[in-house]
């Protein structure tokens, strides 16, 4: 099965930071990667796909990028609305599996 | 509207048993692979189970393989998930979620999906005695 390896699990930012976060698999999944985003309560949205695709409504200030193991989210400027739970997921082969997430919170 | 809607969670004994729903509607739900994920308490997210649009292909995760079964009645616009012989650690909150696109994306002799666009609003199984 693939591992995904999420990191940081917490970070602290605020508002106009530029946040990073790090998603690394245990063997290569080419691009087949997503990103999601979780707010308490809530179902999680999916941000980017295919490693580095917007998906449609997505705000220009998420990119992704990254191949094989090792991917990264990036947000540019940090908005209030972005304080939330980030998970990657690869969709190369059954299992599929989720990162641990990371959570960003308010600094 | 693109919607989907789960129900049928609700409180269980371990060894028990309980069968999901997830009704579909604003799309053509015959042409769209389906999953569930489950979420514990204040834990991350965990894929459990995926069927094919025509349920040809069907998969799980090895923590439910045997106890759950995947089915979908593309009549009726909805998925279900049969869970029996219920655990503790079954206990979360269960999500239905749409894979995208439709069809796949054929590459290298296989097909694959670029991730879960819509997802419902989930549906809380506790198990406990």
């Known amino acids: 099965d693939i591992q995904l390896t999420q990191s940081p699990s917490f970070l602290s930012a605020s508002v106009g930071d530029r946040v990073t976060i790090t998603c690394r698999a245990s063997q290569g999944i080419s691009s087949y990667l997503a990103w999601y985003q979780q707010k308490p309560g809530k179902a999680p949205k999916l941000l980017i796909y295919a490693a580095s695709t917007l998906q449609s409504g997505v705000p220009s200030r998420f990119s992704g990028s990254g191949s094989g193991t090792e991917f990264t989210l990036t947000i540019s400027s940090l908005q209030p609305e972005d304080f939330a739970t980030y998970y990657c997921q690869q969709l190369n082969s059954y299992p599929r599996t989720f990162g641990g997430g990371t959570k960003v919170e308010i600094k | 509207e693109v919607q989907l809607v789960e129900s049928g969670g609700g409180l269980v004994k371990p060894g028990g048993s309980l069968r999901l729903s997830c009704a579909a509607s604003g799309f053509t739900f015959s042409s769209y692979s389906m999953n569930w994920v489950r979420q514990a308490p204040g834990k991350g997210l965990e894929w459990v189970s995926s069927i094919s649009s025509s349920s040809s292909y069907i998969y799980y995760a090895d923590s439910v393989k045997g106890r759950f079964t995947i089915s979908r009645d593309n009549a009726k616009n909805s998925l279900y998930l049969q869970m029996n012989s219920l655990r503790a650690e079954d206990t979360a909150v269960y999500y239905c979620?749409?894979?995208?696109?439709?069809?796949?994306?054929?590459?290298?002799?296989?097909?694959?999906?670029?991730?879960?666009?819509?997802w419902g609003q989930g549906t809380t199984v506790t198990v406990s005695s």
């Open positions: 979620a749409r894979d995208w696109p439709s069809p796949p994306i054929a590459a290298a002799g296989d097909y694959y999906y670029y991730g879960m666009d819509v």
